[in-house]
């Protein structure tokens, strides 16, 4: 690795936003271990969707339209930091650390299964943000519905 490639990747580790997603990795962590989804999703403002809707679709044009290109800046560094994280690059794990940066505009963490190929039954987890659904594999799988 040559001095200018170190530079690089110094300078890409010491931005801002890549500091606050690790630290926020490290408050998810901490909560899996410590605490209920609900709570911690609560706790890092991102609501929990227990109804298996993944919200209403806004009119093209209205002014409620999220921030496309700040959103893709989060999703982007959350995703760069998260597959180097020491205790797992779960999809529970991203869905929690974006929501959390993504928490201004309400976004609802949805939890779903299906089957896989085995037969086994898999788990995603996935944001809904305004209506738009922040993960193209989600429509692989059925939203969870609170049975209670």
Known sequence: MNGSTLLRRVYLVLQPRVIVVVVVALVVEVGLRISTVPRLARLLGVRLERDGQSGQQLPAGSTNDPPVLWIREQYTTVARVMPHWPFGN??????????????????????????????????????????????????????????S
């Not at 869905?95 to 993504?102: E, I, N, P, Q, T």
């Not at 201004?104 to 987890?125: C, N, S, T, Y």
Request: glycine share 6%; charged share 20%; hydrophobic share 50%.
């Open 90 to 147: 779960t999809c529970l794990r991203r869905a929690l650390v974006l929501g959390h940066r993504l928490r201004r505009l309400e976004p609802a963490l949805v939890i779903g299964v299906r089957h896989d190929e085995a037969g086994q039954l898999a788990a995603h987890a996935w944001l809904v943000v305004a209506g738009v659904v922040l993960d193209p594999l989600a429509e692989q799988y059925a939203p969870l519905r609170d049975l």
